[in-house]
């Protein structure tokens, strides 16, 4: 089962279950230590741009939209190229975010985006 992801809110206590750990949000979640946090990569680079982030706000009714956006800057970003070596490295990876909701943030785009670029 090699390339295996899954997602999970950073805030959550890790898990002998989550392999290989990587934050995808490009600030640090407020109020956790990094040591609680059991990060073994923080990928910023990979999060939607600044501009994309503040736009949507985690609006559910831009959802469609920024997943439009977020896949087209995902297109054009050296860093997905390094993401996806990195998962196919793996036998399993979570990807962390720490948006409070679980339906509409950017990890659930990579969560779709990323299996057939790493199969």
Known sequence: ???????????????????YRILVDR???RGLAKDKAAVDNWSKDIAPSNGLRKWFGHKPERWI?????????????PATSVLIDMIKKQKKTTLLYGAKDEKHNQAVV???YLPEKTG
Request: avoid cysteine.
């Open 1 to 19: 089962m090699k390339g295996f992801i899954q997602i999970k809110r950073v805030y959550e206590a890790p898990a002998q279950s989550d392999g």
């Open 27 to 29: 600030l640090w979640p």
């Open 110 to 112: 990579l969560l779709q």
């Open 65 to 77: 939209e920024f997943r439009k956006k977020y896949i087209a800057e995902l297109e054009n970003n």
